[in-house]
């Protein structure tokens, strides 16, 4: 009894294994340990799948690649089947090819491509910064292996981070040097990234990065104000002797424009905290609270005191407009027309 139980279990066991047979796929690089074949870019990969074992019907056999089916001729699909891949493309890297027998999905085999190349740096060559503005120079980096280290120089020397301000940041795939408030002689020249391969050596870019004059920029904001006080101005103005503008004959009987816009006698105030603002400057200083510091601040500020500047000037312009405009003979398109002459 326990003779036949046990050649029952011979025979299922090898018509299983014969219903489960794998596939095996040969390789043009070897295929690792691990299933991957090492290879470079315009290298060509040969993979040729054929069924474990002898069998006497054919079997048909289907390819994948990333899970995608792969077309083969009708004579590249019975018993033997293979794939070239030709030339390797920087795509190709981490590409896994699938082969299976196609009544059986179980039964398959694969193998994945691992494509080096050399380091590839990218970015901008040619820099132009103003003074006293940020510097940011990345330096992109696609390679395989990745690099195993990346260092920037400055015309021809290691750039020194201390003194010139610099800061570099790298993520594995840009390296970038920035640095706050340029100077020509501290940030002006030619700049190189190099980056090291542990297979390909070193490999570098180079910026050149040029300074250039700070330019005056007129503060946005400011200058809307200014459009604003003119655009009333104007308009009252045209308001106010509306009805001379119809009726050229009739009676001045209009009011003064610096009774309606108010506005305009601050200018004179402006002008007069502009003469001083030295002044003001040295008697804060002298004053021991916080207050008094936040005043000086304030007059210290560059940016700020252009506003200030600019404010000053275009109600100094205004208040001659509106001069202009207060004399019982004088109408707008005279005042204009007196200018343009």
Not at 35 to 40: A, C, K, W
Not at 234 to 243: K, M, Q
């Given at each position: 009894m326990e003779l036949m139980f046990g050649a029952l279990l011979f025979h299922l066991l090898l018509y299983c294994a014969n219903q489960t047979s794998g596939v095996t796929i040969q390789t043009v690089p070897t295929v690792d340990s691990e299933?991957?074949?090492?290879?470079?870019l315009e290298k060509t990969v040969s993979l040729v799948c054929q069924?474990?074992?002898?069998?006497?019907?054919?079997?048909?056999?289907?390819?994948?690649?990333?899970?995608?089916?792969?077309?083969?001729t009708e004579e590249n699909r019975m018993n033997h089947s293979s794939v070239c891949v030709t030339p390797v493309l920087y795509e190709d890297n981490g590409a896994t090819f699938t082969c299976r027998r196609r009544n059986n999905a179980t039964a398959t085999a694969s193998v994945t491509l691992n494509v080096t190349y050399r380091p590839q740096l990218s970015?901008?060559?040619?820099?132009?910064?103003?003074?006293?503005?940020?510097?940011v120079l990345p330096c992109d980096i696609w390679a395989n292996p990745p690099v195993s280290s990346v260092s920037w120089s400055l015309n021809g020397s290691a750039v020194d981070l201390l003194a010139g301000g610099f800061s570099v940041t790298n993520d594995g795939?840009?390296?970038?040097?920035?640095?706050d408030k340029v100077e020509k002689s501290l940030h002006e020249g030619t700049y190189q990234c190099t980056a090291e391969s542990p297979i390909y050596g070193s490999h570098n870019k180079t910026f050149i990065v040029t300074l250039t004059d700070k330019t005056l920029t007129i503060p946005l904001m400011p200058f809307?104000?200014?459009?604003?006080?003119?655009?009333?101005?104007?308009?009252?103005?045209?308001?106010?002797?509306?009805?001379r503008i119809r009726k050229?004959?009739?009676a001045y009987d209009d009011i003064l424009l610096h009774n309606n816009v108010r506005l305009l006698s601050k200018g004179r105030v402006l002008e007069r905290f502009w003469a001083i603002r030295k002044h003001l400057q040295?008697?804060?200083s002298e004053q021991k609270n916080a207050k008094a510091k936040q005043y000086l601040d304030f007059l210290q500020d560059d940016e700020k005191m252009e506003c200030v500047a600019f404010l000053v000037d275009v109600t100094s312009h205004l208040n001659e407009l509106n001069l202009k405009l207060q004399d019982d003979a004088n109408l707008l398109q005279r005042t204009f027309a007196s200018d343009l002459e």
């Open positions: 299933g991957v074949i090492q290879t470079e069924p474990d074992g002898g069998h006497e019907a054919d079997e048909e056999l289907q390819w994948l690649r990333n899970g995608f089916a792969v077309h083969l970015g901008s060559e040619e820099v132009s910064v103003e003074e006293e503005s940020m510097l795939f840009t390296s970038t040097i920035s640095a809307i104000a200014g459009l604003v006080v003119v655009f009333f101005t104007v308009l009252l103005a045209v308001a106010s002797r509306w009805n050229v004959n009739a040295m008697f804060l």
